[in-house]
């Protein structure tokens, strides 16, 4: 039975070594829940391996018509990562700005 919303709080670094895991961490959730809201607030940094992760969970919830859905604050080294990786435009954004355009790039904005 899948339920309506879950949130899930990315913390630390959080690397290749993580992937796997949060791979299937985010495949199970979307088979349970229909929004999955992200907190990027404790996130320290991570490298190119989990912003592929966060891409394809939210291209799979495109596919199965479920959301995902980025908040909270955004620290100076994630924002790096995602400029560096052409997902922002800027890494002076604000954190909203930030997760609206890391949304909108990868095409799950609402």
Known sequence: MESDKTTIKLTGDLSISDAADLKEKFLLLLQEYNSI???????EDMDASILQILCATCIQAKKEKKQVV?????KNLVRRKMFI???TDSPDLSDEAVLQQFMHKIGVAT
């Open 70 to 74: 980025f908040e909270g604050s955004v």
């Open 37 to 43: 809201h992200i907190n990027m607030s404790a996130l």
């Open 85 to 87: 990786s052409g997902l």
